[in-house]
C-alpha cells in the first residue's frame, strides 16, 4: 500500500473525528493485515508520512495500541508492533470461538425471516468477491460472519 492511498482512506477533515482517532484506526488496521509484522519498529515520522498526519496524534495512538497490546513501548527508543507467539494466537482462537458458537446458538434460536435473508445476502456477497483483493473480501467475510452473530 503506497502513502496515497492511505492518505486518502484516512481523509483529513474534521468529520472524520480527531486526527488521533484517525491515526488510532489506520494503525490498527495496518497491523493487523500484516502491513507491519510482529516486533517491526513503527517510526514516528515514517507513519507521519504516511498517514498524514502530525506526529502528536500518532504518539497518542500508539499508546492507545499499546494498552490494545498491538504495540509495545521500547524505553526510551520508540514503539515496535507487538510480537505475537503461537500459544497467545490459539488461546486467542479457542476463545473466540466458544463465544462466537454461543452467539450463534442464540442466533439460530431467535432467528427470523429478515436475519436469514440478510445472511444470504452477505454470503453471496462473500462468494462474488475476488479473492484477489483481500480487504474487500475480508470485509465482506467479517460482515457474513457477524450478520451470522446479528440475531
Not at 468529520?15 to 488521533?20: E, L, M, P, R
Not at 515514517?46 to 502530525?54: A, D, E, P, S, V
Not at 521500547?74 to 482462537?93: P, V
Not at 450463534?104 to 484477489?132: F, G, K, Q
Request: charged letters at 30%.
Amino acid at each position: 500500500m503506497n502513502i496515497e492511498t492511505i492518505s486518502t482512506k484516512t481523509g483529513n477533515t474534521e468529520q472524520d473525528g480527531s486526527a488521533t482517532q484517525r491515526a488510532y484506526e489506520e494503525l490498527r488496521r495496518l497491523i493487523l493485515i500484516g502491513h507491519y509484522k510482529p516486533g517491526e519498529k513503527l517510526k514516528i515520522d515514517t507513519l507521519r508520512k504516511l498517514l498524514n498526519i502530525g506526529a502528536s496524534p500518532i504518539r497518542e495512538a500508539l499508546s492507545l495500541l499499546t494498552s490494545d497490546q498491538l504495540v509495545e513501548r521500547l524505553d526510551q527508543r520508540g514503539f515496535r508492533a507487538a510480537e505475537t507467539g503461537q500459544e497467545n494466537f490459539e488461546e486467542i482462537l479457542k476463545l473466540r470461538c466458544t463465544l462466537e458458537e454461543m452467539a450463534l446458538r442464540e442466533s439460530i434460536a431467535n432467528a427470523t425471516d429478515r436475519w436469514e435473508e440478510n445472511i444470504v445476502l452477505c454470503h453471496h456477497r462473500m462468494v462474488r468477491s475476488p479473492r484477489d483483493e483481500i480487504e474487500k473480501f475480508e470485509e465482506r467475510h467479517k460482515s457474513f460472519h457477524m450478520a451470522l452473530l446479528m440475531g
